[in-house]
């Protein structure tokens, strides 16, 4: 297993509440800082896995279990 860091920018639903940190963290994203800049919001991973596709699928995967999270773009 290799470290892969990266960033997912997301949309929709406000990343800065508690609520959704917590959602976060249970949904598996316990390896990502949540940030914003500019009216962007994003989490920064650094994440364990096979190769950087198999990280950010898992961690997109991850992001959208959360309701009302929608993954928009590598950042």
Do not use: I, N, P, Y
Not at 8 to 32: P, Q, S
């Amino acid at each position: 297993m290799q470290r892969f860091t990266f960033t997912l920018v997301v949309e929709d639903r406000d990343l800065k509440t508690d609520e959704v940190v917590d959602a976060l963290f249970e949904a598996g994203c316990d390896d990502a800082l949540v940030g914003s800049s500019e009216g962007v919001q994003f989490l920064d991973f650094d994440r364990e896995a096979g190769s950087v596709e198999e990280a950010v699928r898992s961690a997109v995967a991850d992001v959208e279990s959360v309701e009302g999270l929608k993954f928009a773009r590598l950042g």
